[in-house]
């Protein structure tokens, strides 16, 4: 068996194995789906070995998952649920009106923290908490904070700074950049425009107004304000394609990955930005490197090594779903959708045809995801995503380019606030046009209703997909025996 073959087939179990155990069967309950693909895979008359190795291994990836879990729970029972809390923030705090919330590392585990919004605290401040200490719930919330690692969550009654700057020194640089770059926002620009900036190229939405954050998700482009992996895809393949029309594959795909890192950093290297760019770094190392390679093996690694490092990834974050998919979409569906519309040769005018190819291609990958995590998809988000991407990194390069400016030049940023404005006062116009027009769909998939429209899917990229070389029954020669 070749050895990329024998690394995807593997890895593809194991991930299997992985994703059961995450979806609630016990690691014995496995046994059953791994005792249908040693069948399945037997009939097809692959090597008996082959076929019990790759059914162990599925079962193996269970057992990960099961050994995870149990690890976590314990930590979960161990930690007090009454007295003082004292710990370090570990995060930027998020800010509204009357509150303000943070992650607090503890020597007994991650703890997530709601308390009032004065006196306002940073990252890195050493600070004891007392209040209502409660385990994460049984919900979806919980899950995500499972994903998280925390392992309780607090009220804060009474909260007291026992000493600050105690965090990683890089860390809270990154964040005053942070808050300097916010602040040039809100001085240089009309408030909705600024906020807009601040969630595009900060990842902060504490700013935009309730009214704004709802056109948002009705038009479907409620990913351009969040630190999601649909955003980081987007980003960076729309990047490069836009690059790609000026100048080589090569610096348009390192400018993208530059964009998607000042994302991250501006983020303060949140895990879950961090997950969903490395999975695009993966996808565009042949980019880079300028040589074929297999796409699907790269992002099966990918997901290997988080999944390795926190097994609840691959249930339980939807950002790194939502970049899994619009990632294998742009690397499968695009081409696809390029020839459909006359040739992948054919950019169109600064790159805009490839762009638009690729905002397409990862809504048509992500819409089962996002009508069951956001319940709120919209038959018209094709229309809004393709008015709305192709300008983001526009707006975001363009916006980060003036805070940099206002921090030595003050009248020069406000003349390119001349330009900015107009970038962002477009996107906002377009987000709201959209969400008034917006045809509402939100059906009840169900397990089975994704599982339908995935194979669906799968089955038309396989059909419309260039001729290959190999055969669909010589793909399983290296399994026979």
Partial sequence: ???????????????????????????????????????????????????????AIMICGAGYYAIADAGYQARVAAFPHTGTITGMISTDPSRMLDAQSFYLRTAAGTVAVTAGAYPPFRYGDLISVEGSVKRPPESSYGDYLAKEGVVATVQAERIALTAPNAGNPALRFVFAVKDRIHAAYVSLLAPEQAALLSGV????????????LQDLSVSGTRHVTAVSGLHMAILFFVVFSLGAYFFSRTFAAISGLLIVGAFVALTGFSVSAIRAAFLVGVASLAMIVQRKYEPRNALVLAALILTFANPKVLVFDTGFQLSFLAVLAIIYLKPILMRAAGGEDRNGLFGLRDALAVTIAAQIATAPILIVQFQNFSLTAFAANMLVVPAVPYVMVSGLVMAAVAAVAMPAAHLLSFIVAPLAGYVIAAVTITARIAVLFDPDLGTLGMIGYYAVLFGLIYWFSEPQPVTAPEMIKPYVR
């Fill in 1 to 55: 068996m070749a050895p990329h073959l024998i690394f995807f087939t593997f890895g593809l179990a194991f991930l299997s194995g992985v994703a059961f155990a995450g979806l609630g069967l016990s690691a014995g309950a496995v046994f059953i789906p791994a005792a249908i693909l040693f069948a399945a895979l037997y009939l097809l008359r692959a090597d008996g070995r082959v076929a019990a190795l790759v059914a």
């Fill in 201 to 212: 190229t900060l990842g902060m939405n504490n700013d935009l107004s309730p009214a704004f």
